[in-house]
């Protein structure tokens, strides 16, 4: 008798040790989703707009063990955790919701037929990777007809130079600060320009490409994340992505914004962006195409991005092999087409006026801004 109330005393303590973790992980989660509603440019807010794929499978974790050990024995104060979890889970779906199949798709599937297609590649090759040949290889197997490189120094350029021979136009931007840009194009560049639209040390380039009969404008951009090593603030990388957005949104002609921005396909800065310049996310209603980190499986999102106007339509977009970098590259396939914006998102006053505010190059008084 005596073993057994010491067995059904330690399994009680294991028990209550269980539910204090469930409770613990819980409550810090809740304040990750709750930072993350907060549309302050304070880095701690904006981090937490990246990992919600992860966290709605650990609240889906923590919200089945605790229903399948507690079942028989829950107070109100667990009833109310229950419920906060499935409110989490709710508001979590909803956001991922139009990133997987089962969303509505932005911009129309194509088979690829006779029509020209244009393939773009975009790569964010890590400054300290030396495994030149992986990206090479790459290129020769995927054949895109635009190739954009970021995080590319002096090293790199020397080491990829040879892709010259098959590209013949480029705008070369290398940098030891890790904002380096190199763009390859088997097309004719009739105009371009390397711009530093917020911080004169992050380079962007904007470029037309003659393709099919037609210019295409390009955007190509890598701005600075909001993190505490290299910006406290998001202000700058939002700043950027909506003074281009702000570009596109004048433009009739053919175009699409690529690169790594630094943000995830479902951040309202994001969400901002497409309602402000009217272009389309290929990849809602087919997937979220996680291009960081390469090296952490658990640890993955969207930052590499291509949106393109209502002019093309998609043949292909996909996730590829890794280059030995922090970032899978990531291509994609078009075929220029009828226009069509019934997917676009439409903007409110409210997203006007926050775009015009995000733009009016005000800063937060308490940071020093580095590149």
């Not at 635009?146 to 013949?168: C, D, G, M, R, S």
Request: proline letters at 5%; one cysteine or more.
């Amino acid at each position: 008798m005596y073993f057994r109330s010491k067995e059904y005393g330690l399994r009680s303590v294991k028990m209550e040790i269980l539910k204090i973790s469930i409770y613990i992980i819980s409550f810090v989660h809740f304040v990750t989703i709750v930072l993350a509603l907060i549309k302050k440019d304070f880095w701690i807010f904006r981090i937490f707009d990246y990992p919600r794929m992860q966290k709605f499978v650990i609240l889906s974790l923590l919200l089945s063990t605790f229903i399948f050990v507690f079942k028989n024995n829950l107070s109100l104060t667990d009833w109310i955790l229950i419920f906060l979890l499935v409110i989490s889970l709710i508001y979590l779906a909803f956001l991922i919701l139009p990133f997987t199949v089962l969303g509505k798709k932005m911009i129309k599937q194509e088979k690829a037929h006779s029509s020209k297609v244009i393939k773009v590649l975009v790569a964010n090759v890590y400054q300290e990777n030396q495994k030149y040949a992986k990206l090479l290889d790459l290129v020769s197997l995927k054949d895109p007809d635009i190739v954009f490189l970021v995080e590319t120094n002096h090293q790199w350029h020397e080491k990829v130079k040879k892709l010259v021979a098959k590209y013949p136009y480029t705008i070369e931007v290398p940098k030891e600060n890790t904002y380096g840009m190199l763009f390859f194009s088997k097309y004719k560049i009739s105009s371009s320009q390397v711009k530093y639209l917020i911080d004169p040390e992050v380079p962007s380039i904007e470029t037309d490409v003659e393709f099919d009969g037609q210019i295409i404008r390009i955007f190509a951009l890598h701005p600075t994340p909001p993190t505490p090593n290299e910006n406290l603030y998001s202000t700058d990388r939002d700043a950027e992505i909506l003074t281009v957005a702000k570009q596109v949104m004048k433009l009739t002609q053919p175009c699409m914004v690529i690169g790594d921005l630094n943000d995830v396909a479902w951040s309202y800065t994001t969400e901002l962006f497409l309602k402000t310049s009217g272009l389309l996310d290929p990849r809602r209603g087919r997937g979220c195409f996680n291009t960081f980190h390469a090296k952490y499986p658990l640890l993955r999102w969207p930052l590499d991005h291509f949106f393109v106007s209502a002019h093309f339509k998609l043949i292909d977009i996909r996730v590829e092999s890794p280059i030995g970098s922090d970032h899978f590259p990531i291509s994609i396939s078009l075929v220029l087409s009828d226009y069509d914006d019934s997917g676009r998102m439409k903007s409110s006053r409210d997203d006007q006026q926050l775009a015009s505010e995000k733009t009016s190059g005000q800063k937060p008084d308490s940071i020093n801004y580095k590149s």
